[in-house]
């Protein structure tokens, strides 16, 4: 709900259990008032503080009132250059060379429903959403700076994005504009929590205390990428899981973004998220605009818990689009690391014929099919099918997999070429970077300049002739390397800061342009594994390949890092083959199992090499994930214990909305002689109900939360053990 005061320029923002708040003062500047746990009403402008501090100067229009400064004042949108010397949330330079911003605010607009950012990924919606846009301009300058929220009561959730307009006569460079800018008055100590880490190792979680000065984390690699992600959380220092304040925002973009936070002189602390200002620099033209990504923020009064289950509920309600409208998605057999390049029909049929009996309903044909594909120095660009490989084509090939009741699925990379390909003989012109300059390679290929639409429209023209040959319900978008060399052809030595933003545009659009063409078609994301797991390719691709890294027990980390923002439906998850090929580690197959259906459940290995009774287990795995498969990709997500304490065990739960159903997982660590007795808590269980347990005994609620479950000592007698515990109410 949006309530305005508009004798008084207050404009409050409340969600279920939040409320967000700014006000317009007597100057005209937009003050932050407060952000946190649902407050009734009223202006709280009375929270904010003056006082004269030495060397925070002073507005021209406030005199020598000496105790009113940009310096010290909570901003909604935080200036440039006259007098905030904090993070600025915009920097522009007309072509007077100046780089001041002052922006004032000069009027709002209130709206039913949701906002729509044109080209860019959004939470979508009806009637739940309400809309405020708040007016703001640089009078000097004639810069106009529109200030976008949707609120979404029922989800806590507030977005937020901006527009910036060029009103005046002059050419504006745009060289910073966050999408998200926070202050907190509150003077208490907070921590920042980052998740971060690499290729096969994606989103660790990272917690450290704010110290004077500034924290971020941020990625230059045109990717959101492996290593930081545009999701960051601050809380109270006392946060936990079910406890604290805490705040987290998520930038709807899948390029370089910067997420920094400030802790100030008065220990005030300011949040800021947007795309880097690492070039970055957009020209505008008289009358031109420019937009950026939406941030989402949701603020939790109790804890890191609920704040993850608002975000599954908003990213799986009003972010991702379901091809399959709420059908369950298909349990997949993924050819790549069972084969690499290595393959042909009859070995990929043979892939697949192991797999049908089981359960397994998709098989996905990985990276290997097309041109002259047959290891990752050559062949990218060129979307026709390898006949040596395959016969006859995928005409030939598909309807063999459909005769063993399964559907198809294919992956492709469609923003890279590889030297070694037609395309490239035909085109060296159409990858990102300067003439005259050696190109920088990753994976042994180049990057197709995806801010032309000349070059996308002919690489979507050959993907689309695949797609149309065949029935295909399944696609893999990779993307396998960061981007370098970061140059078009296509824009003037003036415009080069636009080239990674306009990339990025131009892979959403493509995407968007796929998703409309194709409906029907389920689309994976995946970037060399979870190097752009962010909310901007969640708008398109439903699901997204979690990590290149397979392994069980990285994955307890990876999923639950992951987990702090992104719904459990969301993480693609594979049953591989061991010893793990990343780790070189071997745990069983229950418990990669039960690993592995904590996300889009498949498997990756080559079923033809397990034994009778590891067959019958994958049999009552498929079986068992798709009886569930409510609880686990629509259930309330529990987090029971964090796998980076190196505890004894980690577990983690779903709960039905009317908590007469749940279902926990459990995987225990190394183990040691003498193993201590162990109770798993639960949680989100209706205290006052009895439950059993995988069909036996009776187990009220409030025990189960309270005292817990003791874990049966046999659990601690190997390493990496699992188990399921399935609760229903009696
Ligand atoms: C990336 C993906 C893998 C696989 C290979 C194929 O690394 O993350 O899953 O598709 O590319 O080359």
Redesign the pocket.
Known sequence: MIVLDKENNVFTLHTQNTTYQMKADEYCVLLHTYYGPRIRSGDLSCLIQYADRGLSPNPNEAGHRRDYSLDTLPQEYSTCGVGDFRLPSIEFEPEDGSRLADLRYVGFELRKGKYSLEGLPSFWGGDEWETLIIFMEDAASQMSVELFYGVLENCDLITRAVRVTNRGTGVVRLRRCASLCLDFQNDGDYDFITFDGCHALERNLNRSPLRPGIQSVESVRGTSSHHHNPFVILCERQASEDYGICYGTALVYSGNFLAAVERTQLEHNRLLLGINPYHFCWTLEPGASFTTPEAAMICSPSGFGQMSRQYHRAIREHLIHDPLQGRQRPVLI?N?EAT?FAFNADKLVDIASSAAPLGIELFVM???WFGTRDS?LGGLGDWTVNENKLPGGLKALVPRIQKLGMSFGI?I?PEMVSEDSSLYRAHPDWVLGPPGRPHTRGRSQLTLDFSRKDVRDHVYADLRKVLDSASISYV?W?M?RSLTDVWSAALPADRQGEVFHRYILGVYDMLDQMRQDYPHILIEG????GGRFDAGMLYYTPQI?CS?NTDAVDRLRIQYGTSFCYPVSTMGAHVSAVPNAQTGRSVSIRTRGVVAMSGTFGYEMDLNNTTPEEKKLIREQVAFFKEHYHLIQRGDYYRLSDPFQGGPFTAWEYVSPDRKEALVSLVTGTTHASPAFRTLRLKGLDPALCYRINGEGRWPGDMLMNAGWPIPMSLFQDDYQAAQLYLTTM
Do not use: H, I, R, V
Not at 526 to 529: F, I, P, R
């Open positions: 993924n790549w690499e990985d990276d290997g990752d992956w990379e893999k990779d396998n995946c970037t060399g594994g390949w290149d």
